[in-house]
């Protein structure tokens, strides 16, 4: 039998019976779509999972890409992936009817995503990253750009990127020094270098298009004067054949991980012959770019949370395979030894993995509904969806990267020996897990953004309505004896969050923005912590409901395994929360003043 990488059944619990998204078709954006298109648009998604991605997850990590003379040769399943991605619909899977798309609500794509990203991750990159940039031609881009050049992305000919980063000028964008010279008001000259291009060049498409940042001559310096441009590695010539745009790779990068996808350094213009297209006014190209960095945020959080799902259903299986030890209370070596899923540590590490796994994703697609409603007719369901999606999307990203990786390890620690030995799937997933934390942005950036720009912006309304969302949750909870004592332990977390922002912001309020930042990561984290449980109470308070209602006979197995993990939860992690918040109270600045030549 196959392995299994992820559940439908969780998947379909949490869009249906947690955030009820069969009623999204209330907005007309999505009024053509019903329960019936998500059933059937989410179990082929598991299909081409199972049939296409699965098979080949091994492989592309051996044989990874090649660079040859300027080419980056892929694994030839690549280009079959980008057909069927094109062919099925899947890369305009949001994208409007008129232009071609399927007007489908992000987080039933999300869900797709997360089964094609838990069934190969390497290779679910290469159409959502084509996706993404498409999308930003379309938000942003001339006519001229969209004609030109979308109707290849979205067939899966064409690969889109997001071209970004340069050797100097990684977390800090402001410092990118990318020229464009313009040839006129809509077409320049584009000279530099750009590294850790994901698919940057590679074989498995015809063409590639960089959604590209580069400062047009005498802008303003800092992030005020980048603008974003269309650069095509290869653009249509006066008789519409397309020739070479002087876009070169100079080599790919040798990873960890995720060694599936080609990771490239490109110079551009290096022989004064390389068009950029510009992509909306000049000067305005970060704030457009964050309409792609902010779901390439999402879809970072979901590739975690998906490649730990694979994890925990590879370990799930060996703990019921493997034999070994014996009960603490019945040691005698005439008994036969036990399944490891019997040991208590072992339970331990498997609902550690089950809770990180199946948490992360409920917060994923908590932040797919909320994109989903900034398509609402009302202003208010508008507005409140976009602060709770701008204040959660750090974590949504971080949550599930950082505890990816260790529910990923403890999934390896299941295994044992084997978990270390790549005869064992466990193995590349532990390498493959570790980019999370580090692309789109790194957890300190991501912890910098919530606590400096997102908590504390428009007077704390984000915030505001965070805590009304949980209250609601919380009050909900309070109505079933079984969930009581957790909607009570959500309580005084949320109060605890609520204590440690207001000293926080007491200490920006100083003029202090070393101290108020020096711990934003650990205040990410609490964040976290509070957000996950959050999300667990829904889930727990869903599978209540199912188990209470008197329609369908619900899946009690299912429903209880829910409530379980959710109690691990509040146990064991939840918790954390009180160290974090001591910490985060504490007066003294251990790291700001620390000397550096402390560090011997
Ligand atoms: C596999 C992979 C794929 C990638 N794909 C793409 C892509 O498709 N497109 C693209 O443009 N880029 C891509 N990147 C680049 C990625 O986004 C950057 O690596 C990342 O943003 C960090 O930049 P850096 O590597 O220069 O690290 P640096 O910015 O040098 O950071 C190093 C460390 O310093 C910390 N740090 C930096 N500044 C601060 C600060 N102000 N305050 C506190 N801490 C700070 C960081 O958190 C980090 O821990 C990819 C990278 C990898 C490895």
Not at 407 to 415: E, N, T
């Amino acid at each position: 039998m196959a392995q299994k990488f992820a559940s439908l059944q969780n998947i379909h619990f949490l869009l249906y019976d947690v955030f009820k998204v069969q009623s999204l078709n209330e907005i007309p954006y999505f009024e053509e779509h019903s329960r019936e298109t998500f059933d059937l648009v989410t179990q082929t998604a598991l299909r081409i999972s199972s049939e296409t991605l699965h098979p080949h997850l091994s492989e592309m990590d051996k044989n990874p890409p090649c660079y040859q003379n300027s080419e980056v040769l892929v694994h030839p399943m690549v280009r079959a992936f980008m057909k069927e991605s094109g062919a099925g619909g899947w890369i305009s899977a949001n994208a409007p009817f008129d232009s071609g798309g399927q007007q489908l609500p992000f987080c039933i794509t999300t869900s797709c995503y997360f089964l094609f990203a838990a069934a190969n991750y390497s290779a679910s990159v290469y159409p959502l990253l084509t996706s993404g940039a498409a999308h930003l031609i379309e938000s942003f881009g001339s006519d001229f750009l969209k004609e030109t050049f979308i109707p290849g992305m979205y067939s899966g000919e064409w690969q889109g990127t997001m071209a970004l980063t340069e050797p100097q000028a990684g977390s800090s964008l402001a410092d990118i020094t990318t020229r464009a010279v313009p040839i006129d008001s809509q077409t320049y000259r584009i000279k530099g270098q750009k590294v850790f291009i994901s698919a940057g060049e590679h074989n498995g498409v015809d063409n590639i298009v960089h959604l590209l940042l580069a400062r047009i001559e005498n802008a303003p310096a800092g992030t005020k004067g980048i603008s974003l441009f269309v650069v095509p590695k290869r653009r249509h010539d006066s008789r519409g054949d397309l020739v070479s745009n002087d876009v070169l790779c100079s080599g790919v990068y040798h990873k960890l991980g995720y060694k599936g996808a080609p990771i490239t350094h490109l110079i551009f213009g290096d022989n004064d012959d390389c068009i950029g297209y510009l992509v909306g006014e000049p000067n305005k190209g970060l704030s457009y770019m964050f309409q792609m960095m902010n779901e390439a945020r999402l879809e970072v959080g979901t590739g975690a949370a998906a490649i730990a799902s694979a994890a925990y259903y590879a370990s799930l299986e060996y703990s019921r395979q493997r034999a070994q030890g014996r009960h603490v209370s019945c040691k005698a070596p005439s008994t036969a030894p036990v399944q490891i899923i019997e040991h208590a540590d072992v339970k331990r590490m498997l609902l550690f993995q089950k809770a990180i796994v199946e948490g992360s994703l409920s917060l994923i697609l908590q932040c797919s509904v909320y994109h989903d409603r900034l398509r609402s007719e009302s202003h208010d369901d508008k507005k409140k969806a976009g602060l709770l999606l701008d204040l959660l999307t750090p974590i949504a990203k971080t949550f599930p990267s950082e505890m990816g990786i260790l529910s990923v390890s403890a999934g390896l620690q299941i295994l044992g020996g084997y978990g270390y030995c790549d005869e064992f799937p466990l193995e590349q997933l532990y390498r493959d897990v570790r980019i999370h934390p580090i692309h789109e942005g790194t957890t300190g950036i991501q912890g910098i953004d919530l606590l400096g720009r997102k908590v504390l912006g428009e007077n704390g309304a984000a915030m505001m309505a965070f805590m009304g969302e949980v209250g609601i949750a919380i009050n909900k909870a309070s109505s079933y004896s079984e969930l009581k004592p957790y909607s009570d332990r959500m309580k005084l977390a949320l109060e605890k969050l609520g204590v440690v922002t207001m000293k926080l912001a007491s200490i920006a309020g100083k003029g202090q923005p070393e101290q108020f930042l020096a711990d934003a990561t650990l205040y990410l984290e609490l964040f976290g912590l509070v957000a996950i449980s959050w999300q667990w109470l829904l889930q727990g308070i869903a599978a209540c409901e199912a188990l209470s209602s008197s329609g369908q006979e619900p899946d009690s197995i299912f429903c209880q395994s829910k409530i379980h993990t959710m109690k691990y939860f509040f146990h064991y992690e939840t918790g954390k929360i009180d160290h974090l918040s001591e910490r985060l109270l504490e007066d003294n600045d251990i790291t700001v003043n620390v000397p550096g030549d402390l560090f011997i």
